[in-house]
């Protein structure tokens, strides 16, 4: 009489272990929630894209948080790297040059800014490239999300390019990413009806309907809205953020995603 309850527990054991073993690797695309196991099966199943979202840590005026470009870039590049398909995102880099400390110039004059000089910024690019060529991935793209550090960043892709000749390796820096969320999201703007004096460029309309799309928790919308309008003394640039919305960011966000999907699958598939 145990010979069928035996039969069932051996058949319990193994589902259990077969789901255990299933369940191993996460459905993600950050590598902060694999294992260097998951990762090594991830690369050599096909995943030898990365793709290395680079924000800042600044001001933004008085109603958005400090960390506003490293939400953004993190949500932007987990969606551009599920519409590839063969791509993970590396952990954002979140200090990036933003001034000088001595004395305190550009955002660096408003409390919360870090910033890093050029030069580390750019090795640090370089040592997080190398490391992840080492690993296995062909393809280390970069996206940043913040202006002012954009010819570093093309200054680390050129060195590393030289450096990798014959490797089978290249580095990438998609100007699509950073042109959609600039001068491209400005004009979907303009045919909307917004004049430039209210999109701005730093921090107003633009800036912060994008952040909306992805991160609403990091806008105070509470005190936005009753403001009185918000200038560059309280780190608002040429742009007045008051009538932000969510609705306003999502086709900036798609337009956004979608040309840099594009844009890397044309440079890795020509590579």
Not at 75 to 90: D, M, P, T
Not at 242 to 256: D, F, H, K, Q, S
């Amino acid at each position: 009489m145990y010979q069928p309850l035996r039969k069932v527990l051996v058949s319990f054991i193994f589902l259990t272990g077969s789901h255990v073993v299933f369940a191993q690797t996460p459905k993600t695309v950050f590598l902060d929630d694999l294992t260097w196991t998951e990762l090594r099966g991830e690369v050599q199943a096909g995943k030898t894209t990365i793709l290395v979202p680079i924000g800042g840590t600044e001001q933004s005026g008085p109603y958005v948080a400090l960390g506003k470009h490293n939400a953004r870039v993190k949500v932007l590049s987990q969606r551009i790297a599920e519409e590839l398909g063969n791509a993970l995102v590396a952990p954002v880099i979140a200090y990036v040059p933003e001034g000088g400390y001595a004395p305190p110039s550009s955002h660096m004059r408003f409390p919360g800014t870090t910033t890093v000089p050029d030069d580390v910024f750019e090795k640090t690019l370089e040592s997080v490239a190398n490391s992840f060529r080492v690993h296995g991935f062909r393809n280390i793209v970069f996206l940043g999300d913040h202006g002012g550090y954009q010819q570093d960043i093309r200054r680390a892709v050129a060195q590393l390019n030289n450096a990798w000749t014959g490797s089978g390796a290249r580095a990438f820096d998609p100007s699509e990413y950073y042109a959609a969320s600039s001068d491209g999201y400005a004009q979907i703007l303009r045919q909307r009806g917004y004049r430039d004096n209210e999109i701005g460029t730093h921090a107003g309309l633009a800036d912060t309907s994008l952040l909306l799309a992805v991160a609403p928790q990091m806008v105070r919308q509470g005190q936005l809205k009753n403001a009185p309008k918000p200038g560059p003394a309280d780190g608002v640039y040429g742009g007045d953020p008051r009538r932000a919305t969510a609705g306003l960011g999502e086709p900036g966000i798609e337009a956004i995603v979608s040309q840099t999907v594009h844009a890397i699958r044309k440079d890795t598939t020509n590579q």
